[in-house]
């Protein structure tokens, strides 16, 4: 055993397969938020303060938001806040799935501010919407920053009460100090949310593994299967890839269906039975068609390609695009075929949206289609064979009757 080569080389193969691996954890490490999207809509009207004027302290906050949550000098800010127009357009845009979050200032803030310096003090309110189901760990962040936000806002606007009432002279009654203590009262509304069996938001993430893994087996059964015929003619490689075709329907049916009814019997809360079973027979197809297309032209040495790509692109698919660095969003995520997966069941479990042949569903018939397109060339490849070996059987023959 000590004159084998390979216990020498064994601790430079585990090394090798340590480094490998732990560059798929490089994603999860020190995740920063990049511009990520949120509404702003300020419907403040002002109002008119002794000594002061009239003061709009929706257009203040408008302007402080912008200026105050950057990160360091020369980095990107964590939020691109984006001016709307009315809670309507918020609300449509949150079911669109274009912002991660929202603030509302309503109309009547500086008039209930102004208040709190007379004798019939009212709280003014901001309201929060949270776009739980964009993403949970994106919609965790934007609640911890919105809050940190709103108690800035409670302290700035005590202090600007209180240095009011020094410059006028007023002393406080009773029924004033108790408004003053907590000066904003701060609506958060989740909306879209994950509910409370839905593995925290994380059902559309845990569901592509087993449907990836069994894509793969069924691909490689079958692509063993074929392996195992001798083709003579482009016709019966092309009866062969067809009858593939058509068992990775069947292969996805069973999938799809399989998958959501074992989800549902283990409590993740399935609304939409036969339009989630749908969209995961179609991506079984997807994948199954895609991986066969590349068994075809590489032969079982494509199957590290797939194998890599469960390591390096799952942890990607729980995480938002703008918290990944710039190379893991361009280079990586953008193209991920199991990425549109997620987001197709993230549109069915959290969004309220019926199967169609759309958005995420659209994508994954065109990675079938280029994919049995490819298969397809395959079958070229069994009439070059073929006609070589019909050559060299005839220079056999003539050289033997000479």
């Not at 953008?334 to 993230?346: D, I, K």
């Amino acid at each position: 055993m000590l004159k084998n080569k390979l216990l020498f080389i064994s601790p430079l193969i585990v090394l090798l397969v340590i480094a490998l691996f732990g560059l798929t954890l490089i994603p999860s490490v020190q995740q920063k938020p990049k511009n990520l999207p949120m509404a702003l809509v300020n419907e403040d009207i002002g109002a008119v303060i002794p000594q002061q004027g009239k003061v709009n302290m929706g257009d203040t906050i408008t302007n402080m938001l912008k200026k105050n949550i950057t990160s360091t000098e020369g980095e990107v800010p964590p939020v691109k806040w984006i001016n709307v127009e009315s809670k309507e357009d918020v609300l449509k845009g949150l079911d669109n799935q274009e912002y991660y979050g929202a603030l509302i200032i309503p109309k009547n803030f500086s008039q209930k501010q102004s208040s709190l310096m007379t004798s019939k003090p009212e709280k003014p309110e901001i309201n929060i919407f949270i776009n739980q189901g964009m993403n949970p760990v994106a919609a965790n962040l934007v609640g911890q920053m919105l809050n940190t936000m709103g108690n800035h806002l409670k302290n700035g606007i005590q202090t600007q009460v209180l240095q009011g009432l020094e410059k006028q002279n007023i002393s406080l009654k009773p029924n004033q100090l108790t408004p003053l203590t907590d000066p904003l009262q701060v609506n958060v509304e989740n909306v879209n949310g994950v509910g409370t069996a839905s593995m925290n938001g994380n059902a559309p993430v845990a569901l592509f593994q087993p449907l990836w893994m069994s894509s793969i087996a069924g691909a490689v059964v079958l692509f063993f299967v074929a392996n195992k015929l001798n083709f003579v003619n482009q016709k019966q490689k092309l009866y062969t890839v067809l009858t593939q075709v058509i068992a990775g329907i069947i292969l996805g049916l069973v999938a799809g269906f399989g998958l959501t009814w074992v989800a549902d019997l283990l409590g993740v809360h399935i609304s939409k039975f036969v339009d989630i079973s749908l969209f995961l027979t179609i991506t079984y197809f997807a994948f199954f068609l895609l991986i066969t297309a590349v068994l075809s032209w590489l032969g079982i040495k494509g199957m590290p390609i797939f194998v890599l790509l469960l390591f390096f692109g799952a942890p990607l698919l729980s995480m938002a695009p703008e918290m990944m660095s710039t190379f893991y969003q361009d280079y990586i995520y953008s193209w991920l075929p199991m990425r549109f997966m997620v987001e197709g069941l993230r549109e069915l479990f959290f969004f309220h949206r019926d199967f169609s042949f759309s958005g995420p569903t659209s994508i994954l018939l065109w990675i079938s289609l280029g994919s049995f397109f490819i298969l397809l060339l395959s079958v070229l490849r069994v009439q070059g064979s073929y006609s070589k070996e019909s050559s060299y059987g005839h220079e056999e023959t003539r050289a033997t009757e000479r």
